[in-house]
Structure formats: C-alpha cells, structure tokens
C-alpha cells in the first residue's frame, strides 16, 4: 500500500481529530524518505519551493514540502486548519509572527528549529513561515484538518524581517 492510501486509512479511522492523533498517523505510517519520494515535487514557476497535496478528504488533507536550502516560505496563516508537520529530511527554522495591535504590519516574535524526526504542531491563528538554512533540502510531510481553506499568504511589503 502507498503513503498516501496508507495515511487516508488511518486518518479516517481517527475521531475526533487532534495534533497529537495526528503525528500518530504519520508516524504509523513508516514516513521515510524512500517512501515519500515519488510524491517529491520541484519548485515550480510560481513558488520557490515544492509543494504536492497528496491526499484531501471532507476531514483532512496531506501534502508534502520539499523547501531547497536557503529558501522560504512567504509568511502565511492555515485559516481555519491546524495541523502537524513532520520532518522527512533536513531541518528548517519555523519563524513565528503577529500582527501588530492598530496596524497591517506583521512582525517577528519567536522562531525555532525543527529537525529530521521531528514534529511541529500548528494551532488555528498561528501566522509563519518556514526557512531552510541548510545548503541540503527540506522534505516534509504536512497534514490539516479541516483540510486547508481561508488561508492566507501576508505580503513581504507588511512583513517585517527577523
């Protein structure tokens, strides 16, 4: 069986989703690089990094995230989705960020590093992005329920750098 059916199964079997339930999933799932890689895309024209929804259901949706080194993601909340990302290979930096109180701007507040093997949770209303500081790619596999509408991706011109 696929990744992909493999983690559609599991995941519809789950009620009452939660972070948690979910890195369960995926790490039921036997996530490895080798297993992954035929769901690997490039960067395409319109993003510097790739990015492959591989499964979407009423409840959840999967996709997988191959950010090149020195490369991020622009800055961008889930809408309504929470979820939880987990590292194939490589490592990233996720920057956290807020919109300032009376303003447009969004500015920096926290980041962390989040290595091969790990999982990071991302709660409805968190606004960040994801930075590659290696020279190696960053794989990863994302899954969000509900699956991801209303997001939004914040211009770099009310981005304020960290």
Not at 40 to 69: A, C, H, M, T
Not at 72 to 98: K, Q
């Amino acid at each position: 069986m696929n990744l992909a059916q493999q983690l559609r199964d599991f995941l519809e079997s789950v009620e009452q989703p939660c972070t948690r339930k979910v890195e369960k999933a995926i790490q039921t799932t036997g996530c490895t690089l080798e297993r992954i890689a035929p769901f690997i895309k490039g960067p395409g024209d319109r993003l510097k990094y790739g990015r492959n929804v591989i499964l979407r259901s009423d409840l959840f949706e999967g996709l997988v995230i191959n950010l090149p080194g020195g490369v991020a993601t622009p800055v961008h909340d889930h809408g309504e989705s929470m979820g939880c990302v987990y590292v194939i290979s490589g490592a990233f930096i996720n920057r956290l960020y807020m919109v300032e109180e009376n303003s447009s701007k969004v500015m920096p507040f926290s980041e962390s590093r989040v290595d091969k093997g790990e999982s990071l949770f991302i709660e409805r209303g968190v606004i960040h992005s994801m930075y590659n500081p290696g020279k190696e790619r960053m794989i990863s596999l994302h899954v969000y329920f509900p699956p991801l509408s209303g997001n939004r991706i914040y211009p770099s011109e009310v981005v304020e750098s960290f």
